[in-house]
């Protein structure tokens, strides 16, 4: 992408809300994957725009699913430090999930701190427990349910466990926080995925571009909604001090994993080439990483 055409994605990024849910436009490619952006207030609401913009949930849950909803339950913040996915968002998607017909839903993480405090502390524990329909599964990560799974066309991995409930599952949503990663720069969708995984993570860290690449051929989002409501743009992924958050009051969705967070990466005025791994996914065949490729719907609510 030029720097011309960053502009133009950046200035779609920037653009104001107005009062009341209002459809503000189509821009830059003509066809190629679609990716709304709805900005505003509060979370469930712009999160429940974001994805009608796509055609709803019915688009891509149907009727008995058995749903992975996975959000970063990674550490043991508030909602206001900005390194967990909100807990708005995250129930909305659950809700949204039983709207659509859902068999089961099921949330759960593979945490960096203490499971039990980061689930608490994060506020998605508590606000999934509230919603208090048996379809919903709240669960923590059981370390003896990874399957190894073969990565045939892997260029670093050819081989990694993952979470036999996102192996089972009919449909995987991917719903990340948006923020900044010492490692990968920035992590998103295709970063959230070591969520799913087992075995020694930290050792994918050494070459994270070609990793995340690798990871995301086996292990295919349906649907990515991108919390973008704050964004933490240092000291990530862990963060922990409030000066490091930005309000964006932004969610972004997407069948197209690569093509949702290349647009979330324009809110860190961010390129492709920056984030050295949406482009050897795009390489790979695994989403559009162009900005020019890319049909950004654009909300306010």
């Known amino acids: 992408m030029n720097r011309r055409s960053f502009i133009k994605a950046s200035a779609i990024a920037g653009a104001g809300a107005v009062i009341g849910p209002s459809f503000i436009g189509e821009a830059l490619a003509l066809d190629g994957p679609l990716v709304s952006m709805a900005k505003g207030t509060p979370p469930a609401r712009i999160t429940g725009a974001a994805v009608e913009a796509l055609g709803g949930m019915g688009?891509?849950?149907?009727?008995?699913?058995?749903?992975?909803?996975?959000?970063?339950?990674?550490?043991?913040?508030?909602?206001?430090?900005?390194?967990?996915?909100?807990?708005?968002?995250?129930?909305?998607?659950?809700?949204?999930?039983?709207?659509?017909?859902?068999?089961?839903?099921?949330?759960f993480d593979r945490t960096c701190n203490d499971a039990r405090r980061c689930y608490e502390n994060s506020g998605i524990g508590p606000a999934v427990e509230n919603i208090k329909d048996p379809r919903v599964e709240l669960s923590f990560v059981d370390e003896r349910r990874y399957r190894m799974v073969d990565i045939p066309d892997g260029k670093l991995i050819r081989?990694?466990?993952?979470?036999?409930?996102?192996?089972?599952?009919?449909?995987?949503?991917?719903?990340?926080?948006?923020?900044?990663?010492?490692?990968?720069?920035?992590?998103?969708?295709?970063?959230?995925?070591?969520?799913?995984?087992?075995?020694?993570?930290?050792?994918?860290?050494?070459?994270?571009?070609?990793?995340?690449?690798?990871?995301?051929?086996?292990?295919?989002?349906?649907?990515?909604?991108?919390?973008?409501?704050?964004?933490?743009?240092?000291?990530?992924?862990?963060?922990?001090?409030?000066?490091?958050?930005?309000?964006?009051?932004?969610?972004?969705?997407?069948?197209?994993?690569?093509?949702?967070?290349?647009?979330?990466?324009?809110?860190?005025?961010?390129?492709?080439?920056?984030?050295?791994y949406l482009q050897i996914a795009q390489d790979a065949g695994l989403g559009v990483a162009d900005i020019n490729k890319i049909r950004l719907k654009k909300i306010s609510v």
């Open 159 to 276: 081989r990694w466990p993952v979470y036999e409930d996102v192996l089972n599952a009919d449909k995987f949503i991917n719903v990340p926080v948006a923020k900044h990663h010492s490692a990968a720069l920035l992590t998103m969708g295709m970063k959230n995925v070591l969520g799913v995984i087992g075995s020694n993570r930290a050792v994918l860290h050494r070459e994270i571009n070609d990793a995340l690449p690798d990871l995301n051929r086996v292990i295919k989002s349906h649907l990515t909604i991108i919390d973008a409501t704050r964004i933490l743009v240092a000291n990530g992924p862990q963060g922990g001090r409030l000066q490091d958050v930005r309000q964006t009051k932004t969610v972004i969705a997407s069948a197209d994993i690569v093509a949702a967070d290349t647009v979330a990466a324009t809110l860190f005025g961010k390129t492709p080439k920056e984030v050295h």
């Open 59 to 107: 688009a891509f849950v149907k009727k008995g699913d058995v749903v992975v909803v996975k959000p970063n339950i990674g550490w043991d913040r508030n909602p206001a430090q900005a390194a967990d996915t909100n807990p708005d968002v995250v129930t909305e998607v659950i809700r949204m999930c039983l709207d659509a017909g859902a068999r089961k839903v099921k949330v």
